[in-house]
């Protein structure tokens, strides 16, 4: 599996290493013609109205929103969620280019400036569920943005208490009565869209989960693990029904 990765600014490097990680070829994605040849995508964290702009001088925002369009798995962490957002609030003076696709409302910045970064324990039943591990995540978040509304057909994967000292903008205002707490993860379709920065941790779990996702939405290979006995694990296709194939894969035990 190779996954693109748009490498105009930000941490596209860092997403590109935890994907070798995994045995995974990460494709820098520079041109709108790249996107042949790669099926799914990462739209790394970066400083988003230069990112913008760069893809503006590319002509990258028509091959982007039709690889959304077309079904093609997207995963957009921070600078990346604000891209993929169908409205973003928050804004440098005139705005920035979207590629939308996510419904839903991304505050820009909403945590605050460089010096207001930090990194916090989030809970991710779904992503352990599917996953395994902790049903936490350390997320890192730095100038992070928050979804503030999301979509019926959005699916909210983690969220995050408000900062007490948060500015808040006039729609929060209306709901200070309400829970504070913004969403922070979240998955619509073929779009993933996470405020925080996976790809600067060890913790693997959001790149095998974007994987998979994206090999469900593809139609490949399922590839599934199992440990057997001896210190060997086996790995089973599961691509063609009920048939399988099975190959030892030749890992000494851990001691």
């Known amino acids: 599996m190779a996954v693109g990765v748009l490498a105009l600014q930000g941490s596209f490097n860092e997403h590109i290493a935890a994907l070798r990680r995994l045995g995974v070829k990460g494709v820098e994605i520079r041109k709108p013609e790249q996107l042949r040849s790669v ?12 990112m913008a702009k760069l893809a503006e001088f590319h002509n990258l925002f028509p091959a982007l929103r039709e690889f959304v369009k077309m079904g093609k798995p997207v995963w957009g962490t921070c600078a990346g969620l604000i891209f993929l957002a ?41 992503l352990a569920s599917k996953e395994g591990g902790p049903d936490t995540f350390r997320g890192v978040f730095i100038r992070a943005p928050a979804v503030l509304e999301v979509g019926p057909e959005v699916e909210v994967l983690a969220d995050y208490p408000v900062p007490s000292d948060t500015p808040m903008d006039e729609a929060q205002e209306e709901n200070k009565g309400a829970e504070k707490k913004v969403i922070v993860a979240v998955r619509q379709g073929n779009l993933l869209g996470t405020a925080f ?22 139609g490949g290979a399922s590839n599934s693990i199992v440990a057997v006995e001896g210190g060997y694990f086996m790995m089973l296709d599961l691509s063609s029904g009920l048939s399988f194939s099975a190959q030892l894969l030749m890992f000494p035990p851990a001691y």
């Open 86 to 126: 169908d409205k973003v609030t928050g804004q440098k003076a005139g705005g920035q280019d979207l590629v939308g696709g996510l419904d839903c409302i991304v505050h820009r910045n909403f945590f605050g400036s460089q010096i207001q970064s930090f990194e916090a324990d989030l809970s991710v039943p779904e």
């Open 197 to 218: 920065h996976p790809e600067l941790t060890a913790d693997s779990r959001w790149h095998t989960y974007f994987l998979k996702m994206a090999s469900e939405i593809e």
């Open 39 to 50: 099926s799914s995508l990462i739209i790394p964290g970066g400083e988003s109205t230069t």
